[in-house]
Structures are given as C-alpha cells and as structure tokens.
C-alpha cells in the first residue's frame, strides 16, 4: 500500500488514529519484521495476550470468554462463543507446558460461561451470542472441542451433557447426503466444517452415541467427495464464488486428520496428508503462505493468513506425529519461523504485545486491521506442539463400548 493511498481506506477502519497509522506504516516500510526468540517467550506472550483478551471482559454481561479480538473498527471485542470454545483446551495445555496452573481456571470460567448461553434445543448461539444470534453448525461444533476438553481434562460431567446435546442438534439439522445447509454461513455447505465434525465423533465415541457417529461420518464422506486430484477442497470457501483462505483450508485438514486417527481410517487420513502435502509444496523457503490458493494450488493473494499459517504448523507437525509423516516438521517449523517474524513479545502496546495479526500486511482479506483471538489460539498450539511434541487436545479418550 503506498502512503498516499491511506485516505481511500474506508471511513470506519480510523486509519489517522495513532495506532493504526503506525501499524500501517510499519508494513508499509518493511520495519514490522520482529526477531525471533525461543518458543517460551512467544508462547508466554501469546497467552498473556490472550488472557488480557478474556479479562477485558470483566463486569460485562459475557465476562468468562475471551474477547474475539481487537479491531481497528471497533477496539476490543464482545466475548466470541466460537473460539472460546477451543481456547478452553488450549489454555489447559499451557497451564502444564507453563506451570501456570491458574490457567485452569480461566478455562473454567470459560467453560461455564459457554454453559450459561447453550439454548434449550442443544444448540450455542452464533456470532457474539446476543439475544437472537442464529445459531451456526461451524461454531456449534467448535464450541463442543471446549465441552469435551471439560469432561475429559478437568472430570466435569456438565461439559459431556453439553456436548451430547449439542450433537444432537447437528444431526438433527444434517441433509441426507451428510452435509449442512441449514444454520450455515450464507446457507452454503462447506467442506470445513470437518473440524466441527471431529468434535461431533469424539463426543459419539466417548459417550457412546451410534447415531452421533453415523452422523459424523456421513460428513467426512461427503467431504471427502469434494477433494478434487490435487488435493484441494471444493466447496470450501465462505462464499461458493470465491477461493478458499489457507484459514479455511486447514480447517479441513484438521478435521479429516483427528477424525481418521480416532477411527483409525486411512482415507480420512490419506485425505489430509494429500491436501497437507500439497500446501507445503507451495510454502515458500522462509515460511509464508498466500492468504488463499484456487484448485491448481496457485497462489491468488499477495498477502499472507497469519492464522492459516498457524493453523498448518499444527496440521504438519500432527499428521508427523500420528500419521507417518515426519518430512512434514521441515514446513511446520518454517511456518512457526514466519510467524515468529510477525510476532511481537516486547512492545508497551497491549494490542500488539503478543497479539498476532489476521493478515501481513495488516490490510490483508483475512481479517483485515484485527489481531482475532483465532489467530493467537492456533499460534500457541502450533508452538506447543513442537515444543513439547504433544497433540492439543490430546488424542487419548475414554471409549464407550457401545459404538
């Protein structure tokens, strides 16, 4: 972006505000780039930004989540159901690498919270969770990660109620050939919703739920029919016109991954090693990823996803650890380096101090002027991982005997 051209940013993003002109300027003249230090120190940043994230909701009507994130349009925001759902086991699996055990606790609050808003008919409001907020399958069954990781890690039956529930109510709303139309963004299928699908069988699994398990393999087989040769997701995007962000993407291979290790399913898993492969065939030498790839895996963006960066050192270094795919670390670690790069551990603004970005530049298509709460959760996964070689959640549950 040339200088002279942040007067035609639209209106509402504030582009002379002091911060925001020197995030901009930053990218602009090349002087974001950060040094790279030890996973620890970006790890203990990462969650110190995340749990000011969840404190900036204190004495709120959703005070216990964790705040979406902070926007150049509207400063911090409400409390976002989706992700602190996933936050929840994230913040459990730090509480050990760290020996910060009142992350525990946070994770508490975050559970109950997430408790108090579940509606009558199993389902997790959508967007922020205010009155009316029409539910959506993605986040339901994202929000059921949390619930599993409250059963499983902390012994809380509330959390497996909760999630049985919840299950029930995407197999209710399910079309007979396995995908969602209904309570789906712009009421369109979408391939990605395999991440809420790996929740759904693991809750079937655990509580022994046949009819949850037959619900979640219908997805993956659908799914699974959308992959074209070359690895890439059909049906993948937001809006069926567009390409896929490299976000949405890793959502996919996230979701055929646990679930193939869960069923021991070489399809499923043969699915994400393709797809997973093919990306980093595509990752260039110091780690960047385009902010989406059409079906030949071209590069149709200039900027970079940060979160989808993220979100495929995990994918890389689980599919080495549970899928024979040790050459996969190589990118994994690649992609951590990058994102060490764009990562801050120092700075006196509280926004930007362990805060990682939608986009790089900053007014990138993928969440564009926001440091998302997403991005952090998956950054610090993807840091655990390697550092601990752990999976997060970890794959050990207790299997019922009726499935």
């Known amino acids: 972006m040339n200088p002279m051209n942040l007067l035609a940013l639209p209106f509402r993003y504030k582009p002379w505000r002091p911060r925001h002109l020197r995030l901009i300027m930053a990218d602009v003249s090349g002087t974001s780039a950060q040094p790279e230090q030890d996973h620890q120190t970006h790890l203990r940043a990462t969650i110190d930004w995340l749990c000011r994230a969840q404190d900036v909701r204190d004495n709120q009507s959703d005070a216990g989540g964790v ?38 606790q946070r994770a508490e609050r975050m559970i109950d919270w997430e408790l108090s808003i579940q509606q009558d008919d199993g389902a997790f409001p959508g967007h922020f969770g205010e ?30 109620d909760a999630a049985v529930k919840a299950g029930e109510w995407l197999a209710r709303h399910q079309d007979e050939d396995g995908c969602w139309h209904r309570f789906e963004h712009n009421d369109t299928a979408h391939v ?25 393999i219908a997805n993956l087989d659908w799914a699974l029919s959308q992959q074209t040769k070359s690895g890439w997701y059909a049906t993948n995007a937001f809006t069926p016109e567009r390409s896929p962000f490299t976000h949405t993407i ?25 797809a997973a492969h093919a990306m980093a065939k595509v990752q260039q030498d110091d780690g960047w990823l385009a902010g989406t790839y059409d079906e030949n895996w071209q590069a149709n963006a200039s900027y970079c996803c940060l979160t989808g960066v993220a979100q ?62 997403w991005a952090a959760k998956f950054y610090a996964d993807a840091l655990m991982m390697d550092l601990a070689d752990v999976a997060i959640p970890p794959v050990t549950i207790k299997r019922s005997v009726n499935v």
């Open 312 to 373: 495929m050192s995990l994918n890389w270094t689980r599919l080495a650890q549970d899928a024979n795919a040790p050459e996969l670390r190589e990118a994994a670690r690649l992609g951590l380096s990058y994102l060490k790069k764009n990562h801050c551990t120092s700075s006196s603004d509280e926004v930007v101090c362990g805060g990682v970005a939608g986009s790089t530049p900053i007014w990138g298509d993928y969440s564009r002027f926001e440091y998302p709460n």
């Open 67 to 104: 705040s979406a994130g902070w926007s150049f349009e509207d400063g911090w925001l409400p409390s976002y159901p989706e992700t602190t759902g996933y936050i929840i086991e994230t913040f459990l699996a730090a509480a050990k690498v760290l020996e910060r055990p009142e992350l525990i």
């Open 192 to 216: 990605y919703n395999t991440r809420g699908t790996w929740a759904l069988l693991k809750t079937a699994l655990v509580a022994g739920e046949p009819k949850l398990k037959q619900a979640a």
């Open 250 to 274: 890793a959502y996919a291979i996230r979701g055929f991954l646990e679930s193939g290790v869960l069923l021991n399913e070489e399809r499923y898993l043969d699915s994400a090693l393709k």
């Open 131 to 160: 009155p009316g907020s029409r539910p959506v399958i993605f986040n339901t069954g994202q929000i059921m990660h949390g619930m599993l990781a409250g059963y499983l890690q902390l012994g809380r039956d509330d959390c497996l």
